[in-house]
């Protein structure tokens, strides 16, 4: 059984950071497409980032580039979300999700590509 597990959430001010950590059980990141969402209060869930695990192709969300970046440990088993420059508008629920199959591609932000999918880590930015 796949299970993923957020962690590395919290409450930090506008200019900060945090990195998002995803643990991944019944699950090898090796030549996937896996991404990170987020969904704010009353907005639907979007895609921020996504990497193809096999390496060399990231992708983000316009509102993110230049501030996260997405990463994976293969040997550990676990993917990244480095978050800096923080903006209120960046408060949200994240979710890590994989298994999207070899290539991202341009659906890399179509949530039914991943079936698997973690529980969520609240990050709260205050101005």
């Known amino acids: 059984q796949v299970r993923l597990v957020e962690s590395g959430g919290g409450s930090v001010q506008t200019g900060g950071s945090l990195t998002l950590s995803c643990a991944a059980s019944g699950y090898t990141y090796t030549t996937d497409c896996v991404g990170w969402f987020r969904q704010a209060p009353g907005k639907e869930r979007e895609g921020v980032a996504a990497t193809w695990t096999g390496g060399g192709t990231w992708y983000y969300d316009s509102s993110v580039k230049g501030r996260f970046t997405i990463s994976q440990d293969n040997a550990k088993n676990m993917m990244y979300l480095q978050m800096n420059k923080l903006k209120p508008d960046d408060t949200a629920k994240y979710y890590c999700?994989?298994?999207?199959?070899?290539?991202?591609?341009?659906?890399?932000?179509?949530?039914?590509?991943?079936?698997?999918w973690g529980q969520g880590t609240q990050v709260t930015v205050s101005s």
């Open positions: 999700a994989a298994g999207a199959g070899e290539y991202c591609g341009g659906s890399w932000t179509t949530e039914t590509e991943y079936p698997y």
